[in-house]
């Protein structure tokens, strides 16, 4: 059985059935990076607070760094009997320097070990969904400038609405992304890595110890080093039982999987038959296992399904946090699948669409035909009447009756007679009709966008 961080106080074996209900090493072994780059920084505490010894602090550095390089490239295996990965990589380390290893858990708990470890796998792993943000929003904008002269209709409550560039229509997702790279943003600065808090009520450390220089520990990152700053904590009690990071990291994952997924939805009916305005590339499509003829956009459907997961993620850590008492109660220890999951779904998803957006081809003579469909350009020509002096609400109730007329007669409004129309009003000239139901005339009238 895996040696453990405790158990001096017991006098009886721990039941197998506990061992196997609280391990985590078998998911938490996500943070065995981390954990590493926390001893490396606390030897370098405990050395400058003359608990270890410049010959100790090169040993036990020696060896972490080994265990850091067998996880980087890809060698460390965890040791699924341990308790955690905090306890495996004690282990290893044992296995390394001897007896050596007892010093490092000094002025330590596992407690802020693990704050530790998560706030720098956060760190991390926010700083990958901006670069992936970032791709997806550069796919969409060379999309968006590939058919920058397209016009499509654009909807509300699902209905034919008014005519909108497609550009427009896809730089609004891009407008979600930068805000979503805003909030990822946010919840890393908001992310302090502090050391110092013990298992709740601090340690023999003088705060000036803490003074560590941590970024040479950070390779390939150099974002990630700026960020990396460490600092003695301010309140120990707040410190080790703190999870708002997490809450915080969840909620922007969340909110990125709700973006996702309306972008999936739109593509989703722009795809099927009866819209017919989109062809997604057959890479990224699978087929039926009865019906030959299918084309499914099961991508799209799994970005779609998986933002429940998102937010029943959030919700969960939410639930566990409400009712905890100060300060750390090993329910905290729930918040890493959470986490991890969240961060991998969004990760992934962002990866798939960057590839399935830049492979979309539009079926333009499709969307033309939706064009003709005279009432996306009721709205024009109410403006036109305002412009002959008519008030809004009078123009807008002329032009109704004018729509309904056209439904219910079967008539194009571009092909009534110049009579037809001034029976609705006199103001009408179907020369000037005529001109504005064209969608290009309708999308470039709208002066209060600003394109760029």
């Known amino acids: 059985m895996a040696k453990k961080l405790w158990g001096g106080r017991f006098a009886k074996a721990t039941d197998p059935l506990v061992e196997e209900f609280t ?22 505490i405990l050395k400058n607070a003359g608990y270890l010894n410049k010959t100790e602090k090169a040993k036990l550095e020696s060896g972490l760094k080994a265990l850091y390089s067998a996880v980087k490239d890809g060698t460390f295996k965890p040791d699924l009997s341990c308790e955690d990965i905090h306890t495996d990589i004690q282990n290893k380390l044992q296995a390394k320097v001897g007896d050596l290893v007892m010093k490092l858990h000094t002025a330590r708990s596992r407690n802020e070990q693990v704050v530790f ?63 979503d790279y805003d909030r990822t943003w946010v919840a890393a600065k908001n992310i302090e890595l502090t050391m110092g808090a013990g298992a709740l009520a601090g340690t023999p450390i003088d705060a000036a110890k803490y003074n560590v220089d941590v970024s040479g520990y950070i390779k390939g990152n150099k974002d990630l080093r700026k960020s990396f700053k460490l600092q003695p904590t301010v309140n120990s009690l707040d410190s080790v039982s703190d999870r708002d990071f997490v809450i915080e990291v969840l909620n922007t994952a969340a909110i990125i999987g709700m973006h996702l997924s309306r972008l999936s939805e739109d593509i989703i009916i722009w795809s099927s038959k009866e819209f017919g305005f989109i062809s997604i590339d057959d890479a990224f499509c699978t087929g039926s296992s009865l019906m030959p003829q299918k084309k499914n956009p099961d991508v799209l459907e799994l970005v779609r399904g998986y933002t429940g997961r998102l937010y029943g993620n959030l919700m969960s850590v939410l639930a566990m946090m409400k009712g905890l008492p100060l300060t750390y109660n090993r329910d905290m220890q729930l918040d890493k699948e959470p986490l991890f999951d969240s961060i991998e779904i969004v990760s992934a998803e962002l990866a798939v669409l960057s590839g399935l957006v830049k492979g979309l081809k ?19 020509l109410v403006y036109y009447l305002v412009g002959k002096g008519v008030a809004f609400k009078n123009a807008h109730t002329i032009v109704g009756k004018l729509v309904k007329y056209s439904i219910d007669n079967s008539v194009e409004i571009k092909s009534m007679t110049e009579r037809e129309l001034g029976k609705f009003s ?10 504005l139901l064209d969608p290009k005339t309708s999308v470039e009238s709208k002066k209060s966008l600003k394109r760029g």
């Open 117 to 179: 470890a998560t706030k720098l796998y956060c760190k991390a792993g926010l700083m990958k969904l901006q670069e992936a943000l970032v791709d997806l929003d550069i796919t969409l904008c060379e999309l968006a400038a590939k058919n920058s002269d397209v016009v499509i209709p654009g909807f509300t409550h699902m209905q034919h609405a008014q005519p909108v560039y497609l550009m427009d229509y896809l730089m609004a997702y891009g407008e979600m992304l930068k805000r």
């Open 362 to 380: 539009f079926n333009k003579a499709k969307i033309e035909q939706h064009l003709e469909d005279e009432s996306l350009y009721a709205t024009d």
């Open 23 to 44: 391990r985590s090493v078998q998911y938490d072994y996500k943070l065995a990076e981390y954990d590493i780059i926390g001893s490396l920084v606390h030897i370098q």
């Open 426 to 435: 006199a103001s009408f000239k179907k020369s000037d009709i005529v001109k």
